[in-house]
């Protein structure tokens, strides 16, 4: 059983920047792919970002939906069991509900995934 907990939303005015964190409790984290996605109002949940982890210290792959593609850095510290998600200059499309989500086989749907946070709002405004 994976929990999952994300911090660091919050309102931004456009152009700005927000990190986003996710606390997970799990053994074996690094065997984890995690992932972020967002829900606006009225839409499907969308992917956002996702990291895997290929073994050694510095070794991972990383994936960009292309809205965020330039903007968004997903990164993620296996020794505090803890993902994160750097976003700047953020566009009021940008706002949504943040989920981190959790998954041994990864994907990019949110089908692709066993475990999900609770979710942070992100608002920016225009």
Not at 6 to 34: D, T
Not at 85 to 93: D, W
């Amino acid at each position: 059983q994976v929990q999952l907990v994300e911090s660091g939303g919050g309102l931004v005015q456009a152009g700005g920047s927000l990190r986003l964190s996710c606390a997970a409790s799990a053994r074996k984290f690094n065997s984890y792919i995690m992932a972020w996605f967002r829900q606006a109002p009225g839409k499907e949940r969308e992917f956002v970002a996702r990291i895997d982890w290929n073994g050694g210290s510095t070794y991972y792959t990383d994936y960009y939906a292309d809205s965020v593609k330039g903007r968004f850095t997903i990164s993620r510290d296996n020794a505090k069991n803890t993902v994160y998600l750097q976003m700047n200059s953020l566009k009021p499309e940008d706002t949504a509900v943040y989920y981190c989500a959790a998954s041994r086989l990864g994907g990019f749907g949110y089908n692709d995934y066993d475990y999900w946070g609770q979710g942070t709002q992100v608002t920016v405004s225009s």
